[in-house]
């Protein structure tokens, strides 16, 4: 409701300027295709109770279309303008021992919502955006994708994750772009219904804690085009507040480019966390305590050589503390801004220490353009848990893609990942992974 007035009064304003040629000749409306197959083989280091609640098994595929409008902005000071995003996915095959939600809750499964213990036909949504400008100042209200340092949309399946909020984007300082919001509602990657925002630890479907508020703030300064400096701040009420610090920066050496990738999150405890068990999130305090406030420290290093169509990575991240990493987490996939997030592992787990190294080729260096192909390693080591302060687990990801360059299909893309993950974290399954991928778009104007 806090949003209705607002929203009501900037569609009066468009229907009064319907003749504003500015709103109409810049407008864009894409359509964008998927076809999504996943499957997971989990493997051993499973106690009874997760086979019987988690299966051994899962594989989904569907189709989504999504249909994005994006409208030019009426003339004068103050340009008022409207986004909409309409979406569909179809379920193409699944069943009750495919779906990867025996039991039914509410959070869904791989791909598709839940209808009892099984996926459901499809799902759609339709998200709308009003949006007002001034000068280099654009203020947008209703469904946002963000995709900052301190809340980052997840793109991993189908349909992508949404938010409901108010963001204002200002670059009125040259090389200075500022940005702030609040979020009220998150809407899943396996759902069509908005819900209230969660951590680790206090996201329970059934019995969990969770807020309508997250407000962040920050900026990118770009001193010159091979430097830039960033600061976000990030706070959900009643479970944490978070400040990164992050610079990126690129230097000719050779034939080639240096990318060097610092990052620094400083996460603390907020409002009820600090003292509520029901609001705590995972890691571990001790004296078999893996449950408490949030307290982390996470600093990270991601330094890329590219040369000749070859990428060369060399990563390492520590997390510090004793909680996990926090991040806006409702149980349903979320995606973290860290150098450490995978297909399937974030490697975030409190006393972590993780390194790793990775590797790219655009095949284009070869005669073969629109072919790449990388693989990336993770190993993480002195995890805590009760089992020990040396726990570990390791992850190898793979992937494949092509988009045609050229013809009637131009443009259309085809990914395959692959992703192992093994570990000797008590009461964590294996688990081999398996997702193939087609993306096609047209312009429609």
């Known amino acids: 409701m806090k949003r209705t007035l607002p929203l009501t009064l900037t569609m009066f304003v468009l229907a009064q300027q319907a003749q504003a040629t500015d709103f109409f000749d810049d407008s864009k409306a894409v359509i964008k295709m998927r076809n999504f197959y996943i499957n997971s083989d989990y493997r051993d280091s499973a106690t009874p109770a997760q086979k019987a609640a988690n299966q051994s098994y899962q594989s989904e595929w569907g189709q989504a279309f999504q249909l994005e ?22 379920r193409l095959d699944s069943s009750s021992g495919k779906h990867g939600n025996p039991t039914g809750s509410s959070y869904g499964g791989v791909v598709f919502p839940s209808d009892g213990d099984h996926a459901v036909d499809d799902m759609s949504s339709l998200g709308l955006t009003g949006k007002v400008k001034i000068s280099s100042t654009e203020l947008k209200l209703g469904t946002l994708v963000p995709k900052l340092p301190v809340i980052f949309s997840n793109d991993g399946r189908l349909l992508p994750q949404t938010w409901q ?10 090389d200075l772009t500022l940005i ?9 990657r396996n759902s069509t219904n908005n819900e209230s925002m969660s951590i680790a630890g206090a996201n329970n479907a059934a019995t969990g804690r969770f807020s309508n508020k997250f407000i962040y703030a920050g900026g990118d300064y770009k001193p010159n085009k091979n430097l830039t400096l960033q600061y976000y ?3 959900l009420k009643d479970f944490y507040k978070q400040n990164f610090f ?6 000719e050496i050779g034939a080639g480019i240096l990318t060097s990738d610092l990052r620094y999150f400083r996460s603390t405890d907020d409002g009820a966390n600090s003292y509520n068990p029901e609001y705590f999130t995972t890691g571990y305090y001790g004296d078999g305590r893996l449950k408490g406030k949030v307290d982390n420290n996470l600093y990270s290093g991601l330094f890329t050589y590219s040369v000749a169509g070859s990428s060369f990575g060399l ?58 192909a990388g693989v990336v390693y993770v190993k993480g080591n002195d995890i805590n848990t009760l089992a020990s302060s040396d726990s570990s687990e390791w992850e190898r990801d793979i992937t ?30 294996q688990q081999d992974e398996n997702r193939v991928i087609v993306n096609y778009q047209f312009a429609l104007f």
């Open 315 to 372: 990563g390492y991240e520590v997390s510090e503390g004793q909680s996990d990493f926090p991040y806006l987490n409702q149980g349903d996939g979320p995606t973290t801004y860290t150098i450490t997030e995978m297909q399937i592992q974030k490697f975030v787990r409190a006393g972590e220490k993780s390194w790793q190294a990775r590797y790219s080729f655009d095949f284009a260096k070869v005669g073969l353009p629109g072919a790449s």
């Open 69 to 90: 409008f994006s409208s030019g902005y009426t003339p004068g000071l103050i340009g008022f303008g409207l986004d909409a995003l309409g979406m569909l996915a179809v």
């Open 165 to 174: 909020g108010t963001q204002i984007t200002s670059a009125e300082i040259k």
């Open 400 to 429: 494949l893609s092509y988009v045609v360059q050229s013809g009637p299909f131009k443009g259309l893309g085809f990914i395959w990942k692959n992703a192992m993950i093994r570990n000797n974290i008590p009461n964590n399954r």
């Open 246 to 251: 992050g610079l990126i920066h690129n230097i």
């Open 180 to 188: 702030a919001g609040q979020i009220d509602e998150v809407k899943g």
């Open 233 to 235: 701040h990030g706070h």
